[in-house]
């Protein structure tokens, strides 16, 4: 499931990075925090893995 979470939002925090660049020339918040949360999610997923 965190692993669902953490590539579904990296993936549309990638998308939206790369549209909000390409059309505002600035990144924008929302998708550099789901881009941070994606990346978190998946770190968390693997430290979680490597415990059991």
Do not use: N, Y
């Not at 965190?2 to 924008?28: R, W």
């Not at 949360?37 to 893995?49: E, L, P």
Request: charge should be positive.
């Amino acid at each position: 499931m965190i692993k669902l979470f953490g590539i579904t939002s990296l993936i549309i925090g990638t998308i939206l990075l790369i549209f909000m660049i390409s059309f505002e020339d600035e990144p924008g918040a929302l998708p550099l925090l789901l881009v941070i949360m994606g990346i978190t999610a998946s770190v968390v997923d693997k430290v979680r893995k490597k415990r059991t």
